[in-house]
C-alpha cells in the first residue's frame, strides 16, 4: 500500500467551477499535511499547509483535514485556467520524511 | 526570497560515468533533500540531511551518495549512472524553525539522461 495516495486524475473543471482534490495517508501518527502545486515544466511549490482537523482557507483554496479517516483535500473555489497543474499532496511522517502522493493533475477548461 | 540553485538544468551522461548534481541555497536552511521525478511515479526521496556532514536514506538511495560539507551546498553523486536513473531530480531545503519542516523550497529540477 502507498503511504500517500492521490486519484491520478486527469481532473478536468469548468472555468467558476469548484476543483477538489483528495488525498488519503496511512501513517496514523502523521501531524502535517502540505499541498503543492506543479505547472508543467516547473518545481513544485508549496500552496496550502494543515496542522490541525477541520478547514484552513486561503484565499480560494481551501485545505481540509480529517486525522480520524486519514484523509487530506483541497478545495479550489472558482477555478481558473491558471489553476491547471498537477497537485502533490505531502505528508510529514514519523520517519521524519515528507512523502508525496503521485499528484492529480487538474485541467480548468476556459 | 528563498532561492535554491541547482547547477545543471540538463545533463547527458554515459553508462558508467560518475555524475555530480550540485545544490546551493541561500538562506541558511538546516534541512535538504534530494527527489527523484518520474512520471506516474510521482517524488521520491533519495537522500537528505539535517546539518552538515549529516545524511540520512530515504526510500530510494541504492545507486546514490550524497555530501554535505557547507551548510548551504548538498550534493548528490551517482557513482556509476545507469539508464534506470535518466529521471528529473530535484533539490529542496527547508528550515528547522518550522514545526514538522515539511515546506520545502524546490530548486529548478536537473534533468539527467544517462545513455
Known amino acids: 500500500q502507498k503511504e500517500v495516495e492521490q486519484n491520478s486524475g486527469p481532473l478536468s473543471v469548468p472555468e467558476g467551477a469548484i476543483a477538489s482534490l483528495n488525498c488519503t495517508y496511512s501513517d496514523r501518527v502523521s501531524q502535517s499535511f502540505f499541498w503543492y502545486r506543479q505547472y508543467s515544466g516547473k518545481s513544485p511549490e508549496l500552496i496550502m499547509s494543515i496542522y490541525s482537523n477541520g478547514d484552513k482557507e486561503d484565499g480560494r483554496f481551501t485545505a481540509q483535514l480529517n486525522k480520524a479517516s486519514q484523509y487530506v483535500s483541497l478545495l479550489i473555489r472558482d477555478s481558473q485556467p491558471s489553476d491547471s497543474a498537477t497537485y502533490l499532496c505531502a505528508v510529514w511522517s514519523s520517519a521524519r520524511q515528507l512523502t508525496f502522493g503521485s499528484g492529480t493533475q487538474l485541467t480548468v477548461l476556459p | 526570497d528563498v532561492k535554491v540553485t541547482q547547477s545543471s538544468r540538463y545533463l547527458v551522461k554515459r553508462t558508467g560515468e560518475k555524475v555530480f548534481l550540485e545544490c546551493v541555497q541561500d538562506m541558511d536552511h538546516e534541512n535538504m533533500f534530494w527527489y527523484r521525478q518520474d512520471p506516474g511515479l510521482g517524488l521520491r526521496l533519495i537522500y537528505f540531511?539535517?546539518?552538515?556532514?549529516?545524511?540520512e536514506k530515504g526510500d530510494i538511495p541504492e545507486g546514490y551518495s550524497v555530501s554535505r560539507e557547507k551548510k548551504e551546498r548538498f550534493s548528490l553523486i551517482l557513482e556509476s549512472a545507469s539508464t534506470n536513473q535518466t529521471s528529473m531530480y530535484l533539490c529542496?531545503?527547508?528550515?528547522?524553525?518550522?514545526?514538522?519542516?515539511?515546506?520545502?523550497?524546490f530548486g529548478e529540477g536537473s534533468r539527467l539522461t544517462v545513455l
Open positions: 540531511s539535517y546539518d552538515v556532514k549529516m545524511k
Open positions: 529542496a531545503s527547508s528550515t528547522r524553525d518550522r514545526g514538522n519542516t515539511g515546506e520545502l523550497f
